[in-house]
């Protein structure tokens, strides 16, 4: 399985960027994707994931209604859209996947990882 993660860059606060995961290796139509995040001197945080068949989708509170999360089956992609970004979101996002349709929301519970693309939101 590799994953292929892009879309950070260099954004204002109340900006917007969207992240993008594309998977190969394998049909992850069971598969799980979550999005997590580091900045410097944190450990890795757990900002969103969703279950690949199952629709449903988990946000870190820091991060209700300002990111979303959605898929493109066709594609084996999934994205992470976020809106009225903080300098707080300042960190590399990586997106990781697993077998599974469960509640994943600890980085240990994931097997397959991108390389992470960094995202700054300056003041």
């Known amino acids: 399985v590799q994953l292929q993660a892009s879309g950070g860059g260099l954004v204002q606060a109340g900006g917007s960027l969207r992240l993008s995961c594309a998977a190969s290796?394998?049909?992850?139509?069971?598969?799980?994707m979550g999005w997590f995040r580091q900045s410097p001197g944190k450990g890795r945080e757990f900002v969103a994931a969703f279950s690949w068949s199952g629709g449903s989708t988990y946000f870190a509170d820091s991060v209700k209604g300002r990111f979303t999360i959605s898929r493109d089956n066709a594609k084996n992609t999934g994205y992470l859209q976020m809106n009225n970004l903080k300098p707080e979101d300042t960190a590399v996002y990586y997106c990781?996947?697993?077998?599974?349709?469960?509640?994943?929301?600890?980085?240990?519970?994931?097997?397959?990882w991108g390389q992470g693309t960094q995202v700054t939101v300056s003041s």
């Open positions: 990781a996947v697993r077998l599974g349709n469960g509640r994943y929301l600890q980085y240990n519970e994931y097997d397959y």
């Open positions: 290796g394998r049909t992850f139509s069971s598969y799980a």
